[in-house]
């Protein structure tokens, strides 16, 4: 299933993530489901934290500084 940018980029979803769908009346309803595996800072070196076994074909990696460098950029465009 292919979602639009702006609702993917709205609710936080990337490529493989997996979706909870829900049938209400005629409506169906998509919520993302979040994998409780995380990425963490210790003693300065990212590590993977959580229960759950790493999902095929994701790099946490780059996913973190994507998302470091989204908000930085987005701090300076707040500060002009």
Do not use: W, Y
């Not at 980029?9 to 209400?24: M, Q, S, Y």
């Not at 979040?34 to 959580?50: D, E, H, P, W, Y």
């Amino acid at each position: 299933m292919v979602l639009p940018k702006h609702v993917r980029e709205r609710f936080h979803i990337r490529g493989g993530d997996t979706l909870e769908i829900e049938v209400k009346g005629s409506a169906i309803e998509l919520r993302p489901t979040k994998s409780n595996v995380q990425l963490a800072k210790v003693r300065g070196v990212l590590v993977i934290t959580g229960g759950a076994a790493l999902p095929e074909g994701r790099d946490f990696v780059a996913e973190s500084r994507a998302d470091r460098i989204d908000e930085f950029v987005q701090s300076a465009r707040r500060r002009r």
